[in-house]
């Protein structure tokens, strides 16, 4: 199994919402990754995993909080979010053996958000 | 961080070979090079890495040059299934995993 699953592929919420993001992988990696990408834009990093320890955050506003509970499932809560956070949320892993940079992400399809 | 630059767009017809470049003049000395393509809507597919010699695989070749500065992606046989948005990735951050994309170039390949 070498696949990243995102839940759900579309969501719309308002401004005052809470709603999580999923994203589940079976392939015994232990870094994760969160990515923000907007139209016709590259996917910007905004938070990393390693070793279910939060290890990078890249200056992103409180109202997304990551949360990995295991080594398998990465969530991004999400409240109070604002119109400009309408994004496909793109999800991925990689294996992190030993710290080496020679490393494969693996990506899920994304989740596409509206916020109304 | 590691930066990367991209033409924007290129076209290329079919059955030809897509050579793409990609700048990365800032890479240090063990961090690889990456490329990954995105077709509309999809999450980024993993194509190649390398760090000094060219690589090759059933997707595509990497070219990279002695002075690591530079790198080409050669698609040697590009089909109408190619079309997509492909990023050159400057290598993570040292001691982190920190995989920031280059801007991309859309190619696009013509019947």
């Known amino acids: 199994d070498t696949e990243v699953t995102q839940t759900p592929k579309h969501l719309v919420m308002g401004m005052t919402n809470k709603k999580s993001l999923k994203c589940e992988q079976h392939?015994?990696?232990?870094?994760m990754y969160w990515y923000k990408q907007k139209a016709k834009k590259p996917p910007e990093l905004m938070f990393v995993y390693s070793y279910e320890k939060l290890s990078i955050n890249e200056s992103v506003p409180s109202r997304f909080s990551p949360e990995c509970p295991n080594s398998s499932l990465l969530n991004l809560h999400l409240h109070a979010l604002q119109p400009e956070d309408s994004a496909l949320y793109l999800c991925?892993?990689?294996?992190?053996?030993?710290?080496?940079?020679?490393?494969?992400?693996?990506f899920g399809s994304g989740t596409q958000l509206s916020v109304l | 961080d590691a930066k990367t630059t991209q033409p924007t767009s290129m076209d290329c017809a079919e059955g030809r070979a897509a050579n793409l470049p990609c700048n990365h003049s800032t890479i240090s000395g063990n961090e690889y090079v990456y490329w990954y393509r995105q077709i509309h809507s999809q999450g980024p597919q993993y194509i190649i890495h390398?760090?000094?010699n060219n690589e090759t695989n059933e997707m595509a070749s990497l070219i990279i040059t002695e002075d690591r500065k530079s790198s080409t992606l050669i698609l040697p046989h590009a089909t109408l299934r190619d079309t997509a948005v492909y990023y050159c990735i400057g290598g993570a951050t040292s001691g982190t995993y920190k995989y920031i994309f280059g801007t991309g170039t859309r190619l696009k390949v013509l019947a």
């Open positions: 991925a892993s990689s294996a992190q053996i030993g710290g080496r940079r020679n490393e494969k992400l693996f």
């Open positions: 390398g760090l000094k």
């Open positions: 392939m015994g990696h232990r870094a």
